[in-house]
């Protein structure tokens, strides 16, 4: 019942979406095997022509697929496709592909059809740009390349590989090997490596002037911190980005000039040894200082895909929500949110809210005609959608209204764009969180690692380099002794278990237990994994042991929280879940921001805030705005979990 009272209302909040406007156009139906390039050269346009009249068709085009075609364009006399090629390495997946080239999952897949048949196979080599360059027949190209040698040093750490340092300078180990051949014989701590990795750098310019073409997804402001160029000078040397920036044109760049951002963010991060620190904020209850003096306009982006509910009439709705994980997830956070709009219409807050349907699945979705066919220019802030790929599309796409986007569940974080918040702390900010306060306490950190969690064991290696490890069996048991010899008397010893072996954290807890008599031993574990709750570990070797471990979400202890979950309780017939209580937390903070009186990036910049399971704590990690707010949880002898204060 509450799913579909769910429903209900998002119909009640949902708007109407507008028809196209139709323009002067030619109907194209494609043909097996065109490409968005193709056809565009066929008509002697740019890609961006076909975009404006056919959104969808940035996620890639298929056979039969009727495209609009505009009668009038500038004619394209000459063009090149430039193509670059990636090697695949071992762990790469084409969406960490696609952001290291700034291109989409779709593009990659249309460019290297064949090749990816049988999935992404280290070895690989993909094409991961494909660029048509126009150009008028009055202009000559000349393209100076050159390859650069970049040489670095390394001095190797303990417990470091061969693996981990070339993944680390991104070059293959056979040319760390080649480079240093010593290392044949072993790796050994303190060796000096020298690596050298070689780099193409091209420019091209067009009559003695550089230019650059733009590609797809590019902003004004991202393409001005690209290129060290500010946007200004940029617009004064094209008199067209004035009508907006499109996918295919040639830009003259100045040949000097100093990048000069207009927009102001939060503090960057000052690093303190291998860690990043940031200059704290005041924690405030922007309740107190609401502005009822100006409207202001919400929109939640939220994934129902309520067209593919319809077309499915085999299966009855209440079936379909049953089976479907992520429409689920998405009810659940859209359940709290309605209950942050209840409460900022009891406090008066002068807000319109909108909530819209966004159709999508992992690579594609409609957010471009949403945005084409609804007025964003008035919204001072946007929720949503859920996906990492979507949300910066989102951005991207409101980036000339320098709206915010909110990415409220993605724990990815990728492109550095202004106007795009993460909800959502990394897991870096997770392990710094833990590895700051062990500093505070002049801890002593121990970390006991699966010998089938090599991968941890080289991120902890490669980023905290104080942490000692004891010894393993041949069987592969952690040596009870070797660990006893690494604690410090008259310290704090923090030992770290990162393994799934049941039989494993069983031997390693028994035995700290029974040292805690001679030595301050507090256990932590980097993530709760479902080890732990298994009935053979006794709950008292984690609560004796004050298990710690990082958490983006507190638990609620306040009155103010037990009235919270009290009240969801009572409208749903059940506790919020993890999506429910980010919901809530998201959108209410998102509500107060943005009636402060000097907007949401502002309020941002000057204090953090706290709700029911989350705190708000963004901050400037080189170019990426990030959620900092990280709590340390642990398990207390009382049997319950509390925050480290």
């Known amino acids: 019942m509450r799913i579909f009272k769910l429903l209900i209302v998002f119909f009640f909040f949902s708007s109407c979406v507008a ?42 085009i298929v056979e039969n697929t009727i495209l609009l075609i505009p009668r009038k364009s500038t004619p394209i006399l000459k063009q090149e496709v430039k193509t670059i090629v990636h090697e695949v390495k071992a762990k790469e997946t084409l969406y960490s592909i696609a952001k290291e080239y700034e291109v989409t999952v779709a593009q990659l897949e249309e460019w290297n059809a064949e090749l990816l048949k049988d999935g992404l196979k280290k070895g690989q080599e993909i094409i991961v740009s494909k660029e048509d360059l126009p150009l ?89 911190k690209k290129i060290n160029v500010s946007q200004e000078e940029l617009i004064k040397s094209n008199p067209d980005l004035a009508d907006g920036l499109k996918e295919g044109m040639i830009l003259k760049l100045p040949s000097t000039g100093k990048s000069q951002s207009t927009i102001s963010l939060p503090v960057n991060p000052i690093k303190k040894d291998s860690l990043i620190v940031f200059a704290p904020k005041n924690l ?15 929109v939640l982006l939220l994934p129902f895909n309520m067209e593919r509910i319809s077309a499915d009439s085999d299966k009855s709705t209440k079936q379909l929500i049953k089976g479907d994980n992520f429409l689920n997830l998405t009810l659940d956070f859209y359940s709290g949110a309605l209950m942050a709009i209840d409460s900022a219409k009891v406090l008066g807050l002068p807000v319109n809210i909108k909530v819209l349907n966004i159709e999508s699945d992992r690579t594609s979705s409609n957010i471009a005609k949403i945005i084409e066919e609804n007025d964003f220019s008035k919204v001072d802030a946007v929720i949503g959608p859920f996906q990492n790929s979507h949300v910066e599309t989102t951005a991207q796409l409101l980036s000339k209204y320098n709206t915010p986007v909110i990415s409220p569940l993605s724990k990815e974080v990728g492109m550095k764009l202004p106007n795009l918040y993460n909800a959502v702390p990394t897991e870096k900010y997770m392990m710094d969180k833990l590895f700051n306060y062990f500093k505070e306490k002049e801890g002593n950190v121990i970390a006991v690692v699966s010998t089938k969690k090599k991968s941890a064991k080289e991120y902890l290696t490669g980023n905290y380099p104080e942490v000692k490890y004891p010894e393993f069996a041949d069987n592969g048991s952690v040596d009870l002794n ?57 709950i008292s070797n984690l609560t004796e042991l004050n298990m710690m471990f990082p958490s983006n979400k507190k638990e609620g202890e306040s009155d103010a929280d037990k009235i919270f979950e009290m009240k969801y309780r009572r409208l749903n017939g059940i506790s919020p879940t993890g999506a429910a209580s980010k919901g809530f937390d ?15 990036a502002k309020s941002i910049e000057k204090v953090k805030t706290e709700y029911y399971e989350n705190t708000f704590d963004y901050v400037n990690d080189n170019g990426n705005i990030i959620n900092n707010g990280v709590y340390l949880m642990y398990y207390d002898t009382d049997l319950t979990i509390k925050q480290v204060k």
């Not at 405030?284 to 919400?298: C, G, K, P, T």
């Not at 990162?498 to 980097?526: A, P």
């Open 586 to 600: 998201v959108t209410f903070d998102t509500l107060l921001r943005i009636c402060q009186k000097e907007g949401y």
């Open 482 to 538: 070797s660990l006893k010899t690494l604690l410090v008397k008259g310290k704090k010893n923090f030992v770290i278990i990162e393994s799934q072996t049941t039989n494993q954290i069983l031997n390693t807890t028994n035995f700290l237990k029974k040292l805690k008599e001679d030595f301050d031993i507090q256990l932590v574990v980097l993530k709760l994994y479902d080890t732990l709750e298994v009935i053979d570990i006794p």
């Open 136 to 224: 008028n027949e009055s202009y000559v190209e000349v393209k100076n390349v050159k390859n650069v040698t970049e040489t670095f040093s390394h001095k190797v750490l303990p417990q470091e590989t061969i693996y981990g340092i070339a993944t680390k300078y991104n070059i293959s180990m056979d040319d760390l090997v080649s480079q240093n051949p010593d290392v044949k014989e072993g790796l050994k701590e303190g060796m000096i490596l020298t690596l050298k990795k070689e780099t193409v750098k091209s420019s091209t310019a067009i009559n003695g002037t550089n230019v650059y073409a733009v590609k797809s997804g590019e902003t004004l402001y991202s393409l001005s």
């Open 284 to 298: 405030v209850s922007l309740a107190d200082s609401i502005n009822v003096e100006q409207q202001r306009n919400l």
């Open 19 to 60: 028809k196209a406007k139709q323009d002067s156009f030619i109907k194209h139906n494609v043909e097996k095997g065109e490409t968005i390039y193709s056809v565009a050269r066929k008509y002697q346009i740019t890609p961006f022509d076909i975009y404006r009249l056919n959104p969808d068709a940035k996620n890639g």
